[in-house]
Structure formats: C-alpha cells, structure tokens
C-alpha cells in the first residue's frame, strides 16, 4: 500500500540498485502480496520507460541461453545494468524451474550489474504474463537498461510470454531448417530479428538462406538476419548493435508505444484472471451446489458472486 514505510524503505533500496531489494520486491509480486500494489505504484517511470525488453526465444538446443550469456558479457562491456528473466517448464516434482543450461551464466554471478531471475511455468501459462511483466518493470526501476525475457521453447505459452517484449528475436540453429517451414507463417509475428546461432557448424549457410525467405525485402534480409557462434563471442557485437538500431527505430516510428499498449493489456487480462480465480477459489470452499455437473456448478458459483464470465 502506498505510504507504507516498509515499502517506501524497500522502493530507496531499490533504486539503488541494491539486488537483494530487488529480488525481495520480485517475490512480493509473484506471491501477490498486499504490499506489492504500492511498490509497483512507486517505481521509477523514467527507467522503466527508458529500459529495453528484449525477448529471447526459439526451441531447445538453439544455444539460447549461451547467446544471452554472450550478450551479457557484451553489454557489461558498454557498462550497462543487465536483467534476466528466464522461463523455464516446472519440475514435475519441485515445481520449480528447471535451469538447464543456464549453468552458463554463472560467469557473471559474482556481478552486481548483473540480475537473473528464473520463473517457473508451473504446466500452465496463467500469472505468468503479469509476474513476468512486473519483473521487467521492477529490474528497469533497479537500473537495468536491457531486460532479457528468455523462454525454453517456440510453443504458444512461450510466444504470449514473448508478446511483453519490446522487440524480439528468435534463435534457431543449423538442423533446426524444418522450424522455419513450420513457423513461416506466423514467424514475422514473433520475430524482429533472426538469429543463426553455432554459426560454424555445417548446414548454418543453408539455414540462413531458408530464413532469408521470410523476407521480400532485400535490405530487410540484411538487417533482420544475424549469424553468431554464441560460445565464442562471434557476431554478437553485430547483433546487439543491430537490437539497438531497431529499438531507435520503434522508439521513433511508435511502434514501441504499440507494443508496450499490447503488452499492458495482456498483462491486466493477466492479473485480472489471478484476481477472480483467486477469489472464485475461496468461495468454493464455503459453496454448496445444486447440480453435480461441475460445468453447471461453476456457473451458480459465478452468478452467485455477481461476476461475469
């Protein structure tokens, strides 16, 4: 709640830059506190504006979370502020994240400017859009100025997910060419740019030219189409300098404004769905039914609370 000296204490910590603060306020809103309300009243609008969200996608073995490692260690070279947030499928055991081989990033673990944060899908995508959203925001008020939203796969959880993002590029990987056939109707819709990944492997030239398709556009062929060998630091210069020139480019043309109204409105579609089946949930303990057929039975539980479905 706003004026709250707990959250007002935590919000200075915060913009700061100090990274246990920020881990603390990511909880907050994840476990859906009462507090969380006021800290993400209280964030700085400036940053937030300011950062760049950068989707991170493709399907497992691409080398995704070797590139967003790379692009780490790239843009700590140009001393900026880097958050990670990283979706991953829940343990069937643990329900946590299953990590991976985000193992990878523990080069920068003992870097301050530097903060990662794993969320769990739990088998299901809802809470997700809205935890993942208010993380980004939360990162960018800690002063982060690239926020990168890396997923697990290319399946339709994941592109909602990716949907929060300013722009987006998606990963693929020499013997990956039957994803492109299968994605290219949809693949502009989710990519901004396209990136070849273990670019020294056999069968990369042959992927870029499959990519290449994607666009009518020679210039856009060459702007859009980016080939990196992740593990060694090759063509991710490139790469990040290109994700720059397209971020001036939506800044300047409003699409960055389009995409964060979508984004806004997918996250309070989000939130507003946890609200009411939270709600819904309580009530289900205490409700006493007519009928036995749960289709039925949820509907004289809505109407009864005077919500619409």
Known sequence: MKGDPTVDRLLRHLHGGDPRALARAITLVEDQQPEAAGLLAGLDQKRIEDVLVLGLTGPPGAGKSTLTGALITALRKQKY??????????SPISGGALLGDRIRMMEHALDWEVVVRSMATRGRLGGLCASAGAAARI?????????????????????????LADLTA?????????DIQAMKAGILEVADLLVVNKADQPGAGKLQLEMATVFTDPKEREERICATVANEGTGVAILLDRIFTLEGEFRSNGQLHARRKRSFQLETLDWAVEIVKADLREKLKTTTFTSTEPRQAAMEMVSRSGECI
């Open 81 to 90: 502020r880097v958050g990670i947030i990283a979706i991953d499928p829940s």
């Open 139 to 163: 990162m960018a008020a800690s002063g982060c100025r690239v926020v990168i939203l890396e997923t697990v796969g290319i399946g339709q959880s994941e592109m909602d997910i990716v949907r």
């Open 170 to 178: 998606l990963v693929l990987a020499p013997g990956f060419g039957d």
